[in-house]
C-alpha cells in the first residue's frame, strides 16, 4: 500500500491553512480550508493548526502530520523561523500533541511535498528529483542519489532565494533579485498591482494572460525567473526529472512551457532535464504530511517503509 491510512494531515500555508483526514484506504475522507490568521503570530497561527487539526481527528487517527515553510527542526517538532507567519522557535508539533494526545509530525512543507511525488506523483523510480512547491513562497525538495536531502543544518531547498537578478526585486530574506521576489504568488500579485492593476491572486493574472499586457509581462518575467534558478539548481545537482507543484502549478502549460524554454536557454551545452506539472498540484505538501505522519504510529511495517525517506 502506498497511500496514508488513519493519519490526519495540516499543512500551513502562507495564505491557508489546508487539512485531511484519510480513512483506511488512503482516501481523503473530510477535508478543511481555512485561511492563515492575518496578522501574523505565533499565537494566532499555531491556534489555527491546532483548531484545523482538532476538527479532523476521530476514533481510529492514529497521528497527525504537519507541513509548514521556514526553517524547521523536524527533530524537535519545532518552526525555527517561518518570517512571512511571523513564528520563531514556534513548537507547533507540542502545540498539537497537546491538543489532539497523539503522535505529531512536523517536515518543511518542501521536502513533505517532495516524498508525496516519489511515492504517488511523478518522482516513482527517479533518483535525481527536484520538486519545486510555487505557493506564496517558493521552495523545494531535494532527492540526489535516491536520498531525500536535508543539509548541514536542515535548510536545504531554500529554492526561493537562488539569485536571478543582480539588484533586482527586493526580497523579504533580505537579498535582491531572489527568483521568490518574481515567481511566487504574493510576489506575481505585488507586481502586477505596481503595474495599475487590481488583482486578488496568481490566478486572476493568469486568467488575463492573452487579453492585459500588463499580465503577460509580469509572467513572462516570473517564468523566467524560475527557469534562471533552475539552470543553477540543474547544474548543481544535475536533475533527472524537474516537478512544479503548489497552486500556481495549477496554471499548467501555461507555466511549464516557458519555464522549460527559459530552462534550455541557461544551459547552452547540455539538455534540460524535464519539467512536469505535479499531478498532485496544491495537495502535494498536505500529502507529504500525511505520509510522514504514518512513521509515527504502528500500523503496518508496508506503510512505515512508504517513508523511508523520512528523518529518524
Known amino acids: 500500500m502506498t497511500r496514508p491510512a488513519h493519519v490526519v494531515a495540516v499543512d500551513l500555508g502562507g495564505t491557508t491553512i489546508k487539512a485531511a483526514r ?36 476521530r476514533p481510529g487517527v492514529r497521528a497527525v502530520g504537519l507541513s509548514a515553510p521556514g526553517l524547521i527542526d523536524t527533530d524537535a517538532g519545532i518552526v525555527r523561523f517561518a518570517s512571512n507567519l511571523g513564528l520563531r522557535d514556534t513548537p507547533l508539533a507540542a502545540a498539537v500533541a497537546a491538543a489532539v494526545h497523539l503522535p505529531v509530525t512536523l517536515e518543511h512543507d518542501a521536502r513533505a511535498a517532495c516524498l508525496a511525488e516519489r511515492q ?17 513562497g517558493l521552495a523545494a525538495g531535494i532527492v540526489s542519489d535516491g536520498r531525500l536531502i536535508h543539509g548541514a543544518s536542515g535548510i536545504a531547498g531554500e529554492f526561493g532565494h537562488i539569485p536571478v537578478h543582480a539588484d533586482g526585486e527586493p526580497c523579504p530574506c533580505g537579498q535582491r533579485g531572489c527568483v521568490e521576489a518574481y515567481a511566487a504568488a504574493s510576489a506575481l500579485v505585488r507586481r502586477y498591482r505596481r503595474a495599475g492593476s487590481s488583482v486578488d491572486t496568481a490566478a486572476d493574472i493568469t486568467a488575463r494572460l492573452g487579453t492585459d499586457p500588463d499580465a503577460a509581462r509580469v509572467w513572462a518575467e516570473a517564468t523566467d525567473a524560475l527557469g534562471r534558478a533552475l539552470v543553477t539548481s540543474t547544474v548543481l545537482f544535475d536533475h533527472q526529472r524537474i516537478v512544479l507543484a503548489g497552486g500556481i502549478a495549477a496554471a499548467g502549460d501555461l507555466l511549464a512551457v516557458p519555464v522549460r524554454r527559459s530552462l534550455q536557454r541557461g544551459l547552452a551545452w547540455r539538455t534540460a532535464p524535464t519539467v512536469e506539472i ?18 509515527a504510529t504502528d500500523t503496518t511495517s508496508a506503510l512505515r517503509g512508504v517513508c523511508r525517506d523520512a528523518p529518524r
Open 120 to 136: 504517488l506523483g511523478l518522482g516513482a523510480g527517479v533518483s535525481d528529483l527536484l520538486v519545486v512547491v510555487l505557493g506564496t
Open 278 to 295: 505535479s499531478p498532485l498540484g496544491a495537495d502535494a505538501g498536505l500529502l507529504g504530511a500525511a505520509l510522514l505522519a504514518v512513521t
Open 22 to 57: 484519510y480513512d483506511a484506504e488512503g482516501t481523503a475522507e473530510e477535508t478543511l480550508r481555512l485561511p492563515t490568521p492575518s496578522p501574523r503570530g505565533p499565537d494566532a497561527v499555531v491556534a489555527a493548526v491546532v483548531q484545523a487539526a482538532t476538527a479532523l481527528v
